[in-house]
């Protein structure tokens, strides 16, 4: 039998809870219309549609189209989405009206509501609120499930602010909380509901690494099979953060876990269980010796494999900076501005006292307090924690007390303190930022430490992964604190090879770096001043450092350094790109640290010092700035810009000696592009500290900038090339003063180096003259006006002093003449009688003019024409 209704509205196939909670709101607002029995639903769209009261349907086949007058298509905007139906309704001329989120292509003109929102039961739950529509609790729940649902419980980075209106407006809303849950229940068979009941009556609470898990275990005495509506409605009845449900029938165990909280995947927890996903259930089955053997085992499982809640030890600064009871209010004062620093930990015979902060002593001052003891003023009644607190607790004492620092304590010993600054730092963000934030606010996500293993592997080599696999490994059973920092990690991020790894250990890095060499059974070399050590493994030289902070007594010098934590040592480091760590430790292995937004600064190609008072601080930094920017192809942030200008401008480089500026500037010449970044330390005005001179470059040879091409341009010789000398030359060869000599010793230019810069200016002052009046056909005199030179020497003459057609004769002679030499030695001419004297120059000298001549001899025929030759002197 036809039915004949005016209004109908149709779901698309597959059809999800946010369909049917659209579908539920169109019914709202017209009472009068049918819906379309679906083709197929989501299976729990299906388990949640069928126990509702109006979710009534009539069936295709049953459809009076010709009576039809307005047809609802509820999120379809193709044929193919309900084919059969739009086929069909195609040939009569119904109103046809598409609530979607996007344009409909139907073979036939419709009415557009387009719904800006990512879910369509948001944007008409506030259309029906504007209408002043009522809601019972049950369609509030289904709202809710619905919206939860498609906007991924308002996570999804596609969320739009119609979606957030639902939600607040839905989370205002008092329902029962069980609702659905109790309509699937009282559809439930005996069976299901019996286990139901009986799980109500096993709840207990545990804190596996102190999460807040609801644990159900019982034994049943029959196996029920369809069990998925039943741990739906215990989730939905109690609405637990985490729950976990052991079943056992005999021997026979089956385990479902569920967790909203978004740092634990029960698929990583149980993998070794190989589980199964169903929704948002992870669900597994095995079978063992009994119920508390096999509960046991799921919850030793569980104790060892879920990662910890983050406690105070994983964020604290370690190492904090402590002052006595008895010391005065201006040696606290003295204290913290040595080390940067806003608090003390205060010690009164050895043991914690308190914490004085830099308002305390700013009150002390004010009542002219300075030279009074600081313990009577350290606010003594300050919670302590012990490493192992969860951060929720620690938020929870900062915000009771009013406090914006906490003391970490392992029994009497102060082994860190915590800020807010560490606090906000390990919060997770549990939604989204609002889209008219994003400007202001958005952050790159930092990779996951899967993405990390695999770019580890992927840009190094499975080696390299082994190596820092077992240097955290160790570092974990000696309860030591180790990280891969600066460079490594920053060349990592970019997909850019760097084997010069560096380790930063909590604590003192030397002990531990020698335990280690005895490991891997290699070699170490330790640095007392610095409390650095390097291991040799292999061809990796891996250095360790101890985690410290320094403090400049002047600009320019080089720092004086102590002990220090993590977030410290990263600190005093030049720029946020180099400020980035890696965990190495097991159970963080691979987790990148990033306290200064460094990754951030990567992604967006940009230098940023940490803090205005870098370059002045360190004016090495500014030579650092223009090279790592030439590198990356990076450009300095705004104030970081600022900042360089205000250290120019003051003459910040002026508080370095020659020696350090030479060094910066031999960094900047072993570059992919060295003729870029000189040319860019010229216009930062840098190079004038080097030498009044340098102020611009176009003071350099033409064909500075061809250096590098010219030296690769040699590289078949098979022969080292030291590209930094030549470099050199022709920096120095625009000097006008004659004291290249002491300018090359204050640079403290390396004995080899030095003499091959010395050679080629000479030779740019003397061959250029003798090479002109030599033919290209006169080999004789080109190879003695070049056998003498080194390689660096002659390339520097064809770089910077000759014209193409005398840079030609060099190449000549390289490529054609200079391997010709005597292939016999005094030694073999003393042998075969021929005494020693100024006649074995001549015999040499005749015989190698006869091999530039073309002539070709064995060392046999050298010999023999060396003996005649004597006889006819």
């Known amino acids: 039998m036809k039915n004949c209704p005016h209004k109908l509205i149709v779901f698309p196939h597959n059809a999800d809870l946010d369909h049917l909670g659209a579908a539920r709101c169109m019914l709202l607002m017209n009472p009068d219309a049918a819906m379309l029995h679906p083709v197929r639903f989501h299976q729990n769209t299906w388990d949640t549609a069928r126990r509702l009261d109006w979710f009534k349907t009539i069936k295709f086949e049953n459809v009076d189209f010709a009576s039809l007058q307005t047809v609802y298509l509820v999120g379809i905007t193709h044929l193919k989405q309900n084919q059969e139906f739009i086929e069909a309704v195609a040939k009569f001329s119904p109103h046809i009206v598409v609530i979607s989120d996007r344009s409909a292509t139907l073979p036939f003109p419709v009415e557009a509501e387009l719904c800006d929102a990512m879910s369509l039961t948001a944007w008409l739950v506030n259309r029906l609120r504007d209408k002043q529509l009522h809601f019972s609790s049950e369609d509030l729940q289904m709202f809710r499930l619905a919206v939860t649902e498609k906007t991924w419980a308002g996570l999804s980075a596609r969320i739009k602010a119609e979606d957030h209106k639902a939600i607040a407006f839905l989370d205002r809303q008092t329902m029962q909380p069980g609702r659905i849950a109790n309509t699937v229940v009282l559809g439930m068979h005996e069976g299901q509901t019996a286990l139901y009941r009986q799980m109500l009556k096993n709840i207990e609470d545990i804190q596996p690494g102190y999460w807040p898990v609801t644990l159900i275990a019982i034994k049943v005495s029959n196996l029920v099979q369809d069990i998925e509506p039943v741990v739906d409605a215990i989730w939905s009845d109690i609405s637990p953060p985490v729950l976990l449900l052991i079943l056992t029938f005999g021997n026979f165990t089956r385990v479902w876990c569920r967790s909203s909280i978004s740092q634990i995947d029960f698929r990583d927890v149980f993998a070794d269980f190989r589980p199964g996903r169903m929704r948002n259930w992870i669900h597994f089955s095995f079978s063992g010796a009994g119920h508390e053997q096999n509960r046991s085992r799921v919850l030793q499982h569980l104790e060892k494999n879920l990662q910890p809640d983050l406690t105070a030890g994983d964020i604290m600064s370690a190492s904090p900076q402590c002052i006595d009871w008895h010391a005065s209010v201006r040696n606290a004062f003295d204290t913290m501005l040595k080390f940067n620093i806003m608090s003390l930990i205060v010690m009164q015979n050895g043991e914690f006292a308190g914490i004085v902060t830099r308002r305390d002593l700013d009150r002390a001052l004010q009542m002219n307090l300075l030279d009074s003891e600081i313990g009577p003023y350290v606010p003594?009644?300050?919670?302590?924690?012990?490493?192992?607190?969860?951060?929720?607790?620690?938020?929870?004492?900062?915000?009771?007390?009013?406090?914006?620092?906490?003391?970490?304590?392992?029994?009497?010993?102060?082994?860190?303190?915590?800020?807010?600054?560490?606090?906000?730092?390990?919060?997770?963000?549990?939604?989204?930022?609002?889209?008219?934030?994003?400007?202001?606010?958005?952050?790159?996500?930092?990779?996951?430490?899967?993405?990390?293993?695999?770019?580890?592997?992927?840009?190094?080599?499975?080696?390299?992964?082994?190596?820092?696999?077992?240097?955290?490994?160790?570092?974990?059973?000696?309860?030591?604190?180790?990280?891969?920092?600066?460079?490594?990690?920053?060349?990592?991020?970019?997909?850019?090879?760097?084997?010069?790894?560096?380790?930063?250990?909590?604590?003192?890095?030397?002990?531990?770096?020698?335990?280690?060499?005895?490991?891997?059974?290699?070699?170490?070399?330790?640095?007392?001043?610095?409390?650095?050590?390097?291991?040799?493994?292999?061809?990796?030289?891996?250095?360790?450092?101890?985690?410290?902070?320094?403090?400049?007594?002047?600009?320019?010098?080089?720092?004086?350094?102590?002990?220090?934590?993590?977030?410290?040592?990263?600190?005093?480091?030049?720029?946020?790109?180099?400020?980035?760590?890696?965990?190495?430790?097991?159970?963080?292995?691979?987790?990148?640290?990033?306290?200064?937004?460094?990754?951030?600064?990567?992604?967006?190609?940009?230098?940023?010092?940490?803090?205005?008072?870098?370059?002045?601080?360190?004016?090495?930094?500014?030579?650092?700035?223009?090279?790592?920017?030439?590198?990356?192809?990076?450009?300095?942030?705004?104030?970081?810009?600022?900042?360089?200008?205000?250290?120019?401008?003051?003459?910040?480089?002026?508080?370095?000696?020659?020696?350090?500026?030479?060094?910066?500037?031999?960094?900047?010449?072993?570059?992919?592009?060295?003729?870029?970044?000189?040319?860019?330390?010229?216009?930062?005005?840098?190079?004038?500290?080097?030498?009044?001179?340098?102020?611009?470059?176009?003071?350099?040879?033409?064909?500075?900038?061809?250096?590098?091409?010219?030296?690769?341009?040699?590289?078949?010789?098979?022969?080292?090339?030291?590209?930094?000398?030549?470099?050199?030359?022709?920096?120095?060869?625009?000097?006008?003063?004659?004291?290249?000599?002491?300018?090359?010793?204050?640079?403290?230019?390396?004995?080899?180096?030095?003499?091959?810069?010395?050679?080629?200016?000479?030779?740019?002052?003397?061959?250029?003259?003798?090479?002109?009046?030599?033919?290209?056909?006169?080999?004789?005199?080109?190879?003695?006006?070049?056998?003498?030179?080194?390689?660096?020497?002659?390339?520097?003459?064809?770089?910077?002093?000759?014209?193409?057609?005398?840079?030609?004769?060099?190449?000549?002679?390289?490529?054609?003449?200079?391997?010709?030499?005597?292939?016999?030695?005094?030694?073999?001419?003393?042998?075969?009688?021929?005494?020693?004297?100024?006649?074995?120059?001549?015999?040499?000298?005749?015989?190698?003019?006869?091999?530039?001549?073309?002539?070709?001899?064995?060392?046999?025929?050298?010999?023999?024409?060396?003996?005649?030759?004597?006889?006819?002197?």
């Open 380 to 873: 003594t009644s300050v919670p302590i924690v012990s490493p192992t607190t969860p951060v929720r607790v620690l938020k929870n004492l900062m915000v009771r007390y009013n406090l914006t620092r906490l003391p970490v304590l392992n029994g009497s010993e102060v082994v860190g303190i915590i800020t807010t600054h560490e606090l906000l730092r390990s919060l997770p963000d549990y939604l989204p930022l609002p889209h008219d934030f994003l400007p202001l606010a958005e952050q790159a996500s930092l990779p996951t430490v899967a993405e990390l293993e695999k770019l580890l592997k992927l840009v190094f080599s499975l080696r390299i992964y082994r190596v820092l696999q077992q240097i955290g490994r160790f570092a974990g059973q000696h309860g030591v604190n180790a990280f891969a920092v600066g460079g490594f990690v920053r060349d990592l991020l970019l997909e850019r090879q760097n084997f010069d790894i560096d380790i930063v250990v909590i604590g003192d890095a030397m002990p531990f770096a020698i335990a280690l060499s005895r490991e891997f059974s290699c070699d170490y070399k330790v640095y007392d001043r610095f409390h650095t050590a390097r291991i040799y493994l292999e061809d990796l030289k891996i250095d360790f450092s101890s985690a410290r902070i320094e403090h400049y007594s002047d600009p320019g010098a080089l720092p004086q350094i102590e002990f220090s934590g993590l977030s410290n040592d990263l600190y005093r480091r030049d720029f946020t790109i180099n400020s980035l760590a890696l965990s190495l430790n097991p159970e963080h292995f691979l987790e990148l640290k990033d306290f200064f937004g460094g990754y951030n600064d990567l992604i967006n190609r940009r230098i940023r010092i940490l803090h205005s008072f870098s370059f002045l601080e360190d004016p090495t930094r500014l030579f650092r700035a223009i090279r790592f920017a030439g590198r990356f192809n990076f450009a300095l942030e705004q104030d970081t810009q600022r900042a360089f200008e205000l250290a120019i401008n003051r003459e910040a480089p002026e508080k370095l000696s020659l020696k350090r500026i030479g060094a910066e500037i031999s960094r900047c010449l072993n570059e992919e592009r060295p003729q870029q970044i000189v040319a860019d330390l010229f216009s930062a005005g840098l190079m004038k500290y080097l030498s009044p001179e340098m102020l611009d470059a176009d003071i350099l040879p033409g064909r500075f900038k061809l250096i590098r091409s010219l030296i690769r341009r040699f590289k078949p010789l098979g022969e080292d090339i030291d590209s930094e000398a030549i470099f050199w030359t022709g920096i120095l060869s625009v000097i006008r003063n004659d004291n290249t000599e002491k300018i090359l010793d204050a640079l403290g230019t390396p004995h080899s180096r030095r003499r091959l810069v010395l050679e080629a200016l000479t030779v740019m002052k003397t061959v250029p003259a003798a090479i002109i009046k030599i033919e290209e056909t006169d080999t004789t005199d080109l190879y003695y006006l070049l056998h003498e030179l080194s390689l660096e020497a002659m390339l520097s003459l064809m770089a910077f002093s000759l014209d193409k057609r005398n840079a030609r004769k060099i190449l000549h002679f390289i490529m054609y003449l200079r391997g010709i030499k005597c292939e016999i030695s005094g030694k073999d001419l003393i042998e075969i009688g021929i005494k020693p004297g100024p006649h074995m120059r001549r015999i040499f000298t005749h015989i190698i003019e006869l091999k530039l001549n073309g002539s070709q001899f064995t060392r046999e025929e050298e010999l023999a024409l060396a003996k005649q030759l004597y006889q006819n002197l």
